[in-house]
């Protein structure tokens, strides 16, 4: 029996990561996947998503080229080729995790993983053992059990992206950030989009002056938003609810996602909800098997699960990590404008601050691109300019964010953003006087 530094269950962004990171450091790390490597991220969520996202957005800049004068003819959609250019993509990407993991001399075992307290692994025919065990096994789809629904053929986001055809209709049940994001990668390609969210609005994680913005888009790109019902039951192609009865071609639920805990059941693990408890070191309730990602709380993003593998791993060797500072990751909707975020939300802030928002209207570089949808907001501490929060609405506000967080993180306020030297024209200038705002001196203003 092969006995291992570290084991790590789930190949996702969680879980390679943290064996990347474990081998880097010496360690005689074993990785153990039982389906492709790079998890739901790379398979079934981030990268196809986006992929897809990326082709309806030039499909709007084609558009938005024909109302400026650059004529095109018709706009035709080649939904195989595209699907393609997806699989290729998401190809290229798994090979290089499987070269990364090569190239590190971690240990790939292949199969479904079971796990004995005595932190004894079980995969197919293998047995292996490890000092410490991380636990990454994710989280699947979960979709309500409506009245009906068995009557129902329907799509979750770990079978829809194999579509073969685009879709001439398409009804999502759901109103967050992948719902949201599948109404934007489908509609400008010419699918009829219906979005019914019982709650009373949208993206309701997300920062609430941004969501008008987004209800405007998804009105102009023709997607029909329900909202504020009760779902009564679903009967083959229809589906009942308290504002009416409404037929559809394909449907998909985006309902949310649940923790794949099954790897916990031979473990006296304890829980909070449905998902694995720890302590701020991501230790579980057995102090040598530690749990990350979307199995346990904080957000169900690659980036924190990436963040908490590597949190994980420097915890075990001793390196007294500096903590996972929740308010330092970002959060991000990639629609069209994109909503980037980080820190607190207005309504969460308990101490006295300042809110100061400039939108895109007057920046020149947003002008020309023709995307002046948006804003740049900042909550920073009164008196000191601590940065509590910021979100950016805007095309490519998911890379702008990073500008904020950059100087949030190395101990910036308010100050340094307006005193940092923006590039003109670039949207991103739009920060720096944003940031100048703050200290009522903008000078767009
Ligand atoms: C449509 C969609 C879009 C998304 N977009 C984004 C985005 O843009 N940005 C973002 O940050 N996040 C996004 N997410 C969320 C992101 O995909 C997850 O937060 C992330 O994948 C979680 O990583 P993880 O490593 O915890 O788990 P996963 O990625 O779920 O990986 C877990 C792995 O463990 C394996 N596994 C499970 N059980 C076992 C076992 N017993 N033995 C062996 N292997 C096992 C699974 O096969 C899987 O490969 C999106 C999700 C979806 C569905």
Sequence with gaps: MEKFDIAI?????????????????????????????????????????????????????INRGNSWGIETDNVKINFPRLMQRKDTIIQELLTNIE???????????RGEATLTKDLLITVGNETLTASDII?????????????????????????????KELPAQLTIIGGGVIAVEMAFSLAPLGTKITMLN????????????????????MKKLGIE????????????????????????????????????????????????????????????????????GD????????????????????????????????????RCVYTHPEIATFGLLEEQVKVPYTMTK??????????????????????TKEGSGQILGACVVGDGATEMLNAILAAKNSGGTALSLAQMIFPHPTVSEHIGDTAKAVFGKAIHQ
């Design 225 to 292: 938003l329900i909202t504020d019902f009760q779902f009564e039951k679903f009967e083959g192609h229809t589906i009942h609810t308290t504002k009416g009865i409404y037929t559809y071609e394909n449907l998909l639920f985006a309902t949310g996602r649940r923790p794949n805990t099954e790897i916990a059941q031979h473990l006296e693990l304890t829980f909070e909800g449905r998902l694995i408890a720890v302590n701020e070191h991501l230790q579980t309730s057995q102090p040598h098997i530690y749990a990350i």
């Design 198 to 217: 019982h709650s009373e609005d949208i993206l309701q994680t997300e920062e609430p002056e941004a969501r008008p913005l987004i209800r405007e888009k």
């Design 99 to 109: 070269h990364y993991i090569i190239n590190n001399h971690i240990t790939l075992y």
């Design 295 to 330: 199995l346990v709380g904080g957000y169900q993003l690659a980036h924190s699960a990436s963040a908490e593998g590597i949190y994980a791993v420097d915890y075990i060797m001793g390196n007294q990590p500096a903590l996972i500072d929740q308010a330092s990751i970002p």
């Design 358 to 379: 400039m939108p895109l209207q007057t920046n020149p570089k947003a002008l020309m691109e023709g995307n002046t949808e948006g804003f740049v907001k900042l909550i």
């Design 135 to 163: 636990l990454a096994t994710g989280s699947k789809p979960y979709v309500p059990p409506f009245e009906g629904l068995e009557s129902a053929t329907y799509f979750t986001t770990d079978t829809f992206f194999n579509l």
């Design 9 to 61: 269950i789930g190949a996702g962004p969680g879980g390679y990561v943290a064996a990347i990171h474990a081998a880097k450091n010496g360690k005689k790390v074993a990785l153990i996947e039982r389906d492709k490597l790079g998890g739901a991220c790379y398979n079934v969520g981030c990268i196809p998503s986006k992929i897809l996202l990326e082709h309806s957005k030039l499909v709007q800049a």
